[in-house]
């Protein structure tokens, strides 16, 4: 069957730490991922999109990795900050529609 | 300001009633989406809209209903239909349809039923 997981469903992480979210899929060929930060109540925001032909991209402390071999993608904060703490959703584009992941909820502890 | 929104943000049915969700976007974007999302669970995809006068079904759209009269307007109807209609509605619209963009979200409707 077609899945999306996120490592966990939640990650305690100590401030100033590098945090790792990981999405893996199954029986899905995306041509791009992206990761979307949800806090509590409101609707996601955009953070990050890599395509197939990416290895890796960054954007100031964040940075995705997308590796369509082991069809996973990892997601870093480094120098977390209290501030980070949310819900981290992934979402593989699948032509025409997204298809998100559970969400792995982050907590960076001052 | 460019953006969705979304109205209302809290909402209360009484079993056995439809209700009509609003979504609004003033960003001049093609697709549209309506996702659920329960707790523990991601966004789930109930339709989406490529272009004006015409949408598709999506992986939960049993007991929804949509239209898409209007670019820049995509309302979802809840209808008695829905098992289990409690959630919190999450709207969104990109570019273009197909992918390579991202998405931008609404703040969210919280449908209760009472």
């Known amino acids: 069957s077609q899945k999306i997981e996120q490592n966990s469903e939640a990650l305690n992480i100590q401030e100033g730490k590098t945090a790792t979210l990981t999405c893996n899929y199954t029986?899905?060929?995306?041509?791009?991922l992206q990761w979307y930060r949800q806090d509590p109540g409101r609707g996601p925001v955009f953070l990050l999109l890599?395509?197939?032909?990416?290895k890796e991209k960054r954007k100031e402390r964040l940075k995705v990795t997308f590796d369509t071999t082991l069809k996973q993608s990892l997601f870093h904060i480094t120098a977390s900050q209290p501030a980070d703490s949310a819900t981290y959703l992934c979402a593989l584009d699948l032509t025409y529609k997204y298809i998100f992941g559970t969400g792995t909820r982050l907590k960076v502890l001052a | 300001d460019g953006g969705i929104t979304q109205s209302p943000k809290y909402l209360f049915r009484k079993e056995g009633q439809n209700v009509t969700l609003s979504c609004e976007q003033n960003l001049n974007h093609d697709a549209m989406y309506w996702y659920r999302q329960d707790p523990g669970q991601g966004l789930r995809l109930i339709y989406y809209s490529q272009i004006v006068n015409d949408f598709q079904k999506g992986d939960i759209a049993e007991g929804y209903s949509v239209s898409r009269e209007k670019k820049e307007s995509f309302p979802l109807t809840v209808t008695s239909a829905q098992k289990n209609p409690t959630a919190f509605y999450l709207c969104?619209?990109?570019?273009?349809?197909?992918?390579?963009?991202?998405?931008?979200f609404g703040p969210g409707t919280r449908l209760t039923v009472l």
């Open positions: 890599i395509r197939e032909n990416e």
């Open positions: 969104a619209s990109s570019i273009i349809a197909g992918g390579r963009d991202t998405q931008y």
């Open positions: 029986n899905y060929s995306p041509a791009y």
